[in-house]
């Protein structure tokens, strides 16, 4: 078995999670690189990227377009491949994610703005051209990573992790130091290998001990 620090990359070194409302914190926050983490053949790839405020799943017959611009507000609309049609406004709200999973639709909305953080997940019916949602869950933090593997769904929040198996929703870390660093993605290599992609640095997760490390970037 590898060691607990064998997938971490250089220019990463093992810092102790800074204390919400200090100093260290909010150098982390204001932090202008944010990492993106993924994983490839059991091994942990981190780059940097920009954050992006929309998404896009392609979808028979047209594409799924999804616009989070945080405080104003955001929505999913659906733009046909005909061009002679008009797109048609699904659903208002910030849509952070379009996914296909078991031959169905969903999509997760969320928002964190000052003292507001929430969101949801919504499976979306398309008949006869006809678009309905229905809420599955609601989350009481704004989901802001997500993948999915062994058919399980990941979801880092603004300041939460959850797992949801059959769409039942546990959540394994609560009030974690990340608030307001925006995870960015999120790999699974194993149940004691999970990363998450954050302002400044990643996070190893373990979620058979529910135990949690963090990774500052030197560089």
């Not at 954050?51 to 945080?70: P, R, V, Y």
């Amino acid at each position: 078995m590898e060691n607990r620090s064998s997938h971490i990359p250089t220019g990463f070194i093992e810092t102790k999670p800074p204390r919400p409302g200090s100093k260290e914190w909010y150098s982390l926050n204001s932090c202008s690189n944010v990492f993106v983490v993924e994983s490839a053949n059991g091994h942990l790839n981190v780059s940097k990227v920009k954050n992006a405020c929309e998404n896009k799943l392609k979808i028979s017959s047209g594409t799924l377009f999804g616009l989070d611009q945080g405080e104003w507000g955001g929505q999913l609309v659906f733009i046909p491949d005909d061009t002679t049609k008009e797109s048609i406004v699904i659903k208002n709200g910030n849509m952070k994610f379009s996914f296909i999973f078991k031959d169905k639709i969903y999509f997760i909305e969320g928002l964190a703005h000052m003292s507001v953080s929430k969101g949801a997940l919504y499976e979306l019916d398309i008949t006869n051209n006809n678009f309905d949602y229905k809420k599955i869950i609601d989350f009481e933090d704004s989901p802001e990573a997500f993948t999915i593997c062994h058919n399980k769904l990941f979801i880092a929040s603004h300041r939460c992790f959850y797992v949801l198996e059959n769409f039942e929703k546990k959540i394994l870390f609560k009030d974690t130091f990340w608030d307001s660093s925006y995870p960015s993605s999120i790999a699974v290599i194993d149940e004691q290998n999970v990363f998450v992609g954050i302002r400044g640095g990643i996070v190893k997760l373990d979620l058979t001990k529910q135990s949690l490390e963090f990774y500052k970037n030197t560089n």
